[in-house]
């Protein structure tokens, strides 16, 4: 059906910069939000930022001013770009999509998860 594939990931220092990448494949006809969430261990999975196909963005109060996402509806792929990183921002993000995508009879719409990437910000 649908697969979301997570990149960009790894260690960096508080108050460094790191940018996710995340990419849709399947039988897609269209992608409707797209977004990215993280979840530190102990802590349940919180959402960090969404993006509509128009471009319209929503984010985590704990994102603002510090995280920007972006999309490329031509490839299929969103970007969570993270900058002034802390310590509490280390997590698995994962990447999730909005999809109406093609089966044999009739197109469906569902939400699909990729299997997230872990980020670790320590010094």
């Known amino acids: 059906q649908v697969q979301l594939v997570e990149s960009g990931g790894g260690l960096v220092q508080p108050g460094g910069s790191l940018r996710l990448s995340c990419v849709a494949s399947g039988r897609i006809s269209r992608i409707h939000s797209m977004g990215w969430y993280r979840q530190a261990p102990g802590n349940q999975r919180e959402l960090v930022a969404t993006?509509?196909?128009?471009?319209?963005?929503n984010y985590a109060d704990s994102a603002k001013g510090r995280f920007t996402i972006s999309r490329d509806n031509a490839k299929n792929m969103v970007y969570l770009q993270m900058n002034s990183l802390k310590p509490e921002d280390t997590a698995v993000y994962y990447c999730?999509?909005?999809?109406?995508?093609?089966?044999?009879?009739?197109?469906?719409?569902?939400?699909?998860w990729g299997q997230g990437t872990q980020v670790t910000v320590s010094s």
């Open positions: 999730t999509a909005d999809v109406v995508y093609r089966t044999t009879n009739f197109p469906l719409r569902g939400d699909f």
């Open positions: 993006i509509i196909s128009d471009g319209n963005t």
